[in-house]
């Protein structure tokens, strides 16, 4: 049994929450109450020391950051909690996936722009994680490795990770391709340098024309840019109409 034991409101309301989110059954008791029995886990704040036993494992939830100290609580009521690993299916909005060992612990579909800083987010905590990256949509997964610096990333051959979407399962598969990437072995790598092709520098030029108010295309030189993730169509647009 999962067991929030604290006086701290802000850990309390954040932990509870995300227990409730995740359908988890726990209990709560005050700090100083004895604790239940069958307790499995105990939830507290940072500076609080409830009356614990060395046997039941303690966890010690940021009130800033509460998923975290619930992603700990489920991993050790599963055994423990196993390596984090990211996958990642790069594209204009990466699917991303985090697991504990074989269980999902988080997922995103976040803005290109956001992604390595979502990454590095996960990671940041983690003992020896491993980023798995999908090796399609390449100019978009060279800038995210690009953009991961001192971590450890894997390019993944992404060839069929992207399951069949049933009825009502539409927008997911992004997130559960990167679920399936996360799970395969891939060659670590440190930088991809991709020079982009000239169909991909045509699309560009296309999209920033039906962006633009005017239905003038940027040249190829800010297409190369955006194309290399350096900046966003919206971005090159701005400096076109400066030129």
């Keep these: ?17 995300e227990l409730r989110d995740r359908g988890v059954t726990f209990t709560t008791i005050e700090l100083d109450d004895d604790l239940p029995e069958r307790t499995t886990v105990v939830v507290t704040a940072p500076d609080e020391s409830p009356p614990v036993p060395d046997s039941v494992p303690l966890v010690r939830a940021e009130p800033d950051d509460p998923r975290r100290a619930v ?49 590095r987010e996960e990671v940041g905590d983690a003992v020896d994680p491993l980023v798995r990256i999908g090796d399609g949509a390449r100019l978009q997964g060279a800038k995210i490795i690009d953009d991961l610096e001192d971590v450890p990333v894997e390019l993944v051959d992404e060839t069929g990770t992207t399951p069949y979407l049933g009825t009502g399962a539409r927008g997911m598969g992004d997130v559960l391709a990167a679920v399936n990437i996360a799970r395969l072995d891939g060659e670590r790598v440190e930088s991809r340098t991709i020079e982009p092709t000239t169909g ?17 295309a940027i040249d190829e030189t800010l297409a190369r840019r955006v194309a290399l993730g350096e900046l966003t169509i919206d971005e090159a647009l701005a400096e076109h109409r400066e030129d």
């Design 1 to 17: 049994m999962i067991v929030v034991a604290t006086a701290d409101f802000e850990v309390y309301h954040g932990v509870v929450n």
């Design 71 to 119: 992603d700990e609580v489920v991993a050790i009521l599963r055994g423990g909690s196993g390596r984090t690993i990211v996958g990642v299916d790069p594209g204009e909005r990466p699917g991303i996936a985090v697991l504990s060992g074989e269980m999902v612990v988080a997922t995103f579909h976040v803005p290109l722009v956001d992604a390595a800083e979502v990454v």
């Design 200 to 216: 991909e520098l045509q699309r560009i030029k296309d999209r920033s024309r039906e962006r633009s108010d005017t239905n003038r």
